[in-house]
């Protein structure tokens, strides 16, 4: 984190000294064709005029930047997740594991970066990354126009659906039969936004999914809204439960990042393109996720 600001830092630096290389190429040519113009009228711009008569300097800097934009970036990449979500994110003994913290730790290292997990509620992490407490939000979060708000997103990275959970004996078959019914959610998850959408359904929140379905098993509620995937791990976890064919949505998963932070989702979406290229994103996959 320490890293990222100073070179963030950096970056501003440079550019007022008009050097180019930090931000996103399409912007270069504009800034340097600013700085040129600031040249011309040196009255408006002490900074440019100092650099223009200590071109010595200048010439380091360009230097320096070129190599530091094909250097590894070196330092940590802080992901923020909630590791109760198997199999994108779960402890195997103290260690987080699953498809999103492995992915991530492939980012990570294409970025020359030692990745760092930090284990959260859910409903914390877009504020995590948003502060500067995390660096990126990887935990099988859902692409949604509300979230785009706030946050920026990586390319989605897999596909996901959101099922209901029911009793074995439930009369429940599909979503018509929810309204009026208790529906357990996890906090802040689309679960919990299509739920809130079901006329007269009383809904309970959860912090884990797993709380959620453990209701259910308990008889405390009628159903749970939640991704596939963990609904799956969640069912066999638990007794007397089963799945409801019928799939709510299709969502798209990605990397949420902070609005300001443009430079790390452009070098995290080339090392996505490069570990999709390569089979490793895929391979990542099948090794969590059995195919039926
Ligand atoms: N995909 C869901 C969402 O983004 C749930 C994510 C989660 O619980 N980790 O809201």
Redesign the pocket.
């Known amino acids: 984190m320490k890293k990222k600001v100073i070179s963030m830092m950096l970056c501003a630096v440079m550019t007022a000294a008009m050097v180019t290389g930090c931000g996103n190429k399409e912007a270069a040519p504009a800034e340097s064709a600013d700085a040129a113009e600031e040249t011309e009228a040196p009255a408006e711009s002490t900074d440019a005029a100092e650099e223009t008569e200590a071109p010595a300097e200048s010439a380091d800097a360009a230097e320096e930047t070129e190599s530091e934009a094909e250097a590894p970036t070196g330092g940590t990449l802080v992901m923020a997740t909630?590791a109760y979500?198997e199999p994108y994110e779960y402890y195997e003994g103290d260690q987080v594991v699953g498809i999103d913290a492995e992915m991530a730790a492939a980012v990570a290292e294409k970025l020359g970066m030692e990745l760092e997990i930090e284990d959260m509620e859910?409903d914390s992490i877009i504020p995590a990354v948003n502060s500067g407490k995390a660096d990126m939000g990887v935990?099988?979060?859902?692409v949604t126009e509300d979230r785009l708000v706030n946050v920026n997103f990586s390319k989605p990275y897999t596909t996901?659906t959101q099922v209901i959970i029911v009793q074995e004996n439930s009369e429940i078959t599909g979503k018509a039969d929810l309204s009026g019914k208790k529906i357990g959610v996890?906090l802040g998850?689309?679960?919990d936004i299509f739920a809130s959408d079901i006329e007269g359904a009383d809904i309970e929140q959860y912090n884990k999914?797993m709380d959620a379905v453990q209701a259910l098993a308990n008889g405390m509620i009628d159903a749970v809204i939640i991704?596939n995937e963990p609904a799956k791990q969640f069912v066999s976890k638990a007794e007397g439960l089963k799945i409801l064919e019928e799939e709510f949505i299709t969502?798209e998963?990605a990397i949420a990042f902070a609005k300001d932070n443009e430079e790390l989702l452009e070098k995290v979406n080339a090392a996505l393109d490069e570990l999709t290229a390569d089979g490793t994103i895929q391979a990542i996959i099948d090794k969590y996720i059995t195919a039926e």
Do not use: L, R
Request: proline share 0%; charged share 10%; no cysteine.
């Open positions: 909630n979500f859910f935990a099988g979060m859902t996901a996890q998850t689309t679960g999914g991704d969502e998963y």
